[in-house]
Nanobody, 125 residues
Framework: VQLQASGGGLVQTGGSLRLSCAAS????????VGWFRQAPGKEREFVAA??????????TDSVKGRFTISRDNANARNTVYLQMNSLEPEDTAVYYC?????????????????WGQGTEVTVSS
């Protein structure tokens, strides 16, 4: 499975971006999908995850109320979205999507089997 993340860019503080993650084939519809991010000089960290059917979502505390994860399993590429509002300079990072090993969302990197190449988000102050 190959993942294609897109939607990153440069935005001012308070602005919004929507990231998309599309799978190369329809094998991810039964698996959880997560978004992670990695800022320069820091470890990759969990941002949000969604269960296979979209019924359960899970966010890290710093993005709750600002970010929304959703998925569309009806299209051929099982696209997962991350709507990011009220962006802050601390959100600046490369954002990665990943397909989980099971249907349950998880904040643990080890629970994800396939990773996209990342899309860069820069929030200016």
């Amino acid at each position: 499975v190959q993942l294609q993340a897109s939607g990153g860019g440069l935005v001012q503080t308070g602005g919004s971006l929507r990231l998309s993650c599309a799978a190369s084939r329809r094998t991810s519809s039964n698996n959880a999908v997560g978004w992670f991010r990695q800022a320069p000089g820091k470890e990759r960290e969990f941002v949000a995850a969604i269960s296979w059917n979209g019924g359960n979502t899970y966010y890290t505390d710093s993005v709750k109320g600002r970010f929304t994860i959703s998925r569309d399993n009806a299209n051929a590429r099982n696209t997962v979205y991350l709507q990011m509002n009220s962006l802050e300079p601390e959100d600046t990072a490369v954002y990665y999507c990943a397909v989980g090993r099971s249907s349950r969302p998880s904040a643990n990197l080890r629970d994800y089997a396939y990773w996209g190449q990342g899309t860069e988000v820069t929030v200016s102050s």
